[in-house]
């Protein structure tokens, strides 16, 4: 590893190595895409918690999340409502979502042809490929992000990851310990 300040542009993914749809997918199409996105040349097991939206030109709209997606899915479920906990329960869980369970899914099933912009999370952080990786290191802590999304000169390029941003710092401090 060298001795100058790696950047987010130096382990960021290429947008050809993360899941992305056009604005006007559907939420079934935002399923396949986390499912089964595989980036060419990949042999370890794929499939991915969210995706990036672009526009026809490339540019981002916001992202997708399986937790967004399960919330349009399953809003009558999911909905921010005062759960009690049944008897015999210790978390919050509505005992009549098992009773209803083929309800819920038929409900799921009715919302796959809807349009993927009833779940993309807009106004998501962006960083700039330059970003050092202390500096995104320390956005995504703070802010609870697992993935974010690279722009240079205004344009999506990629992702950094988390585990990549980790990784990198986990070996400098390593290799430093090492000297």
Same mark, same amino acid.
């Given at each position: 590893m060298s001795n100058e300040n790696q950047t987010v542009r130096d382990i960021m993914l290429p947008l050809s190595a993360f899941p992305c749809l056009k604005e006007s997918g559907t939420v079934q199409e935002a399923i396949q895409h986390l499912r089964s996105f595989c980036p060419i040349g990949s042999s370890g097991p794929c499939g991915f918690s969210e995706l990036m939206v672009v526009d026809d030109k490339g540019g981002l709209i916001g992202r997708v999340t399986q937790q967004g997606v399960l919330r349009v899915l399953f809003s009558s479920l999911l909905d921010?409502? +005062?759960?009690?906990?049944?008897? !015999?329960?210790?978390?919050?869980?509505? +005992?009549?979502?098992?009773?209803?369970? !083929?309800?819920?899914?038929?409900?799921?099933?009715?919302?796959?042809?809807?349009?993927?912009?009833?779940?993309?999370?807009?106004?998501?952080?962006?960083?700039?490929?330059?970003? +050092?990786?202390?500096?995104?290191?320390?956005?995504?802590?703070?802010?609870?992000?697992?993935?974010?999304?690279?722009?240079? /000169?205004?344009?999506?390029?990629?992702?950094?990851?988390?585990?990549?941003?980790?990784?990198?710092?986990? +070996?400098?401090?390593?290799?430093? /310990?090492?000297k």
């Open positions: 921010p409502i +005062d759960i009690k906990p049944f008897a !015999g329960r210790s978390i919050e869980y509505s +005992d009549l979502a098992t009773l209803l369970e !083929g309800v819920l899914m038929k409900e799921g099933v009715n919302h796959l042809h809807a349009s993927v912009t009833k779940v993309i999370e807009k106004g998501i952080r962006v960083l700039p490929a330059t970003t +050092d990786l202390i500096h995104a290191m320390s956005v995504m802590v703070i802010c609870k992000e697992t993935v974010l999304p690279v722009e240079e /000169n205004g344009k999506l390029v990629g992702v950094v990851q988390l585990a990549e941003v980790f990784g990198a710092i986990g +070996d400098k401090l390593i290799s430093m /310990n090492s």
